[in-house]
């Protein structure tokens, strides 16, 4: 269970595996280049926040994680959040929710919730997925049109009022990159799926600004010569108020990361026909967010599409994750000079893509369609995600989802009293003719219901409501329980209260058909008690002769 996938892997590696891994690598470190400095701008910090963040992170992810081909690093689900913790508690604020962040998410691993996790409802996934990158769109507006503005308010529609205010600044040329950027990468992307498009088309933009000298920002412009090493490992300033204030992003900060590294895990499990361990995985992707900002970094997790790069390039152990983040070091260490070439017009463009890709607006059209249930939890996730905050969003999604699922789980439960059938009433042998049969074979004064769907707080009323048609107390009372898959507390609870307000009048029971976890809930819950274990039968002509064995019991003991 908290085995490293490295580990297995290593056991019968070969010469070949290394050299298909180690091309993976390298094509995965020059491609996580651009996007790791992208993510970090578009965060609100310095370029090199993001390769260091790539950097220590991957290294953790890919040597502790549970999934052979999962490559660890800043992601852009994450930069609506963290620019936003930047703009309230600053960047000390920022690294000291990450690092509660990883904690939260070692616990996870160790309580192994890898499993509940994937719980979580779609609609609420798809929704906040999508408002994210509608805010990942808005928060590249000023880039891609080159205004020039550096400090935004985390409100989108503040940001958008001062943009607009700022329409004045308009800089075509960086128009002109942003457009070239997002047209090469979708045009690269028609010729080779193996290289994301990103890497010709930011290549190819910094080559024309620098060769014609175009007037618009670079990264060596705003924040100029990036660092040619990795930063020696400090620890944020720590103090009890900040702590206590900062739980929310630090819950935030792991719940996103949690749900967004196992969705690339299973991604990558069905490229590669693998099987990833959940729980070993929020383990390490908590172990790299405790480290990367001792480092400076930021918040890190799975990057499904550097982990899809890394299959389809050959990869298929940590080892390419591994061989990726000595590339991205090495670039750092001796080619860190260039990347100040880059225009943040190019980036821009480059994360539009990525807002693009990440919106699958598709999946949210088809869940929209599904169900009212299902485009409501989806609607209104993602406006919240837009209007409010990514945590209300998640915490009022659920709610929705939740209450949708009850309701649904009500309309599947039904209470019912089967009236006697003679033969030839009816035709057909449904289970409700069945039961009708069967009720025809009860004594006079036997009552027969039959219980089916799940029994639980949001159905019992149903069960309470049933009984109350009876006009006066039966002699016995028959449930048959063969179609309730389960029973909660509250179900338990109340037909323990129900029979024993018909016990106090005489009412003899018998219960049939009971499957086991359900029998566990009510031998636990003392309702076994209160009908007898003689009279907990199998089936429903198990039932028919109990019930007729009681009420002859009855007449004898009466004469």
């Not at 999934?67 to 690294?95: C, K, M, W």
């Not at 950027?181 to 994301?196: A, I, M, N, Q």
Request: aromatic share 8%.
């Amino acid at each position: 269970m908290f085995i490293p996938k490295l580990y297995d892997t290593l056991k019968n590696y070969s010469l070949k595996q290394f050299q298909r891994d180690g091309l993976a690598g390298v094509i995965v470190g020059i491609v996580s280049l651009p996007l790791a400095i992208a993510f970090a701008i578009a965060s609100g910090v310095g370029p090199e926040k993001g390769l260091y963040t790539a950097i220590i992170a991957g290294f953790i992810v890919s040597a502790f994680g549970g999934s052979r081909v999962q490559i660890g690093g800043p992601t852009g689900a994450f930069v609506i959040i963290v620019y936003g913790i930047i703009q309230q508690y600053g960047y000390n604020g920022l690294l000291i929710s990450t690092m509660m962040a990883g904690v939260i998410l070692v616990i996870f691993g160790l309580a192994k919730f890898g499993s509940i996790i994937k719980f979580i409802p779609y609609s609420v996934v798809t929704g906040f997925t999508f408002g994210i990158a509608v805010l990942i769109a808005v928060s590249q507006l000023p880039d891609l049109l080159g205004l020039g503005l550096t400090k935004l308010p985390a409100d989108v529609f503040h940001k958008l009022s001062v943009m607009a205010e700022n329409m004045g600044r308009f800089n075509p040329w960086a128009a002109g990159v942003a457009l070239f950027t997002v047209l090469g990468v979708w045009f690269s992307g028609k010729l080779t799926k193996r290289v994301p498009g990103s890497l010709f088309a930011i290549l190819a933009a910094s080559a024309a600004v620098y060769a014609f000298g175009l007037p618009v920002e670079t990264i060596g412009s705003r924040f100029g010569a990036l660092p040619q090493s990795l930063p020696h490992p400090k620890l944020p300033h720590l103090d009890a108020a900040t702590v206590q204030a900062l739980l929310n992003p630090a819950f935030t900060i792991a719940m996103l990361g949690a749900i967004e590294s196992l969705l690339s895990a299973v991604v990558a499990d069905g490229m590669i026909g693998g099987h990833h361990r959940s729980n070993m995985e929020l383990v390490a992707q908590g172990a790299a967010n405790i480290f990367s900002p001792l480092f400076g970094g930021l918040p890190a997790t799975g990057a499904i599409a550097r982990t899809a790069t890394n299959v389809k390039n050959g990869g298929r152990t940590p080892v390419a994750g591994l061989v990726s983040v000595f590339t991205l070091t090495m670039i750092l260490l001796f080619l860190g000079g260039l990347v100040r070439y880059v225009p943040l017009a190019c980036l821009a463009g480059i994360l539009l893509t990525v807002a693009y890709h990440m919106s699958e607006w598709r999946s949210v059209l088809a869940n929209i369609r599904v169900s009212r249930s299902a485009a409501a939890v989806t609607l209104v996730t993602l406006s919240l995600t837009v209007l409010v905050d990514l945590t209300v969003a998640i915490e009022i999604g659920i709610i929705l989802a939740t209450m949708s699922f009850v309701s649904g789980m009500n309309a599947a439960s039904n209470v019912r009293m089967v009236k006697a059938l003679r033969e030839g009433e009816a035709e057909g042998e449904t289970d409700f003719a069945e039961d009708a049969r069967a009720a025809a074979r009860l004594p006079q004064g036997a009552v027969l219901y039959d219980i089916s769907g799940p029994m639980f707080f949001g159905a019992i009323h149903k069960f309470k409501e049933a009984l109350q048609e009876l006009n006066s107390p039966p002699e016995v009372l028959v449930l048959k329980m063969s179609h309730v898959p389960f029973m909660d507390s509250t179900g338990v609870n109340a037909m323990r209260e129900a029979l024993g307000v018909f016990a106090r009048s005489g009412t003899k029971f018998v219960l049939c058909g009971a499957q086991p976890q359900v029998m566990s809930r009510l031998e636990h819950g003392g309702v076994a008690n209160l009908t007898g274990r003689e009279n907990i039968v199998k089936d429903l002509a198990r039932a028919v002769e109990r019930a007729n064995a009681l009420i002859g019991a009855g007449a004898k003991a009466g004469a």
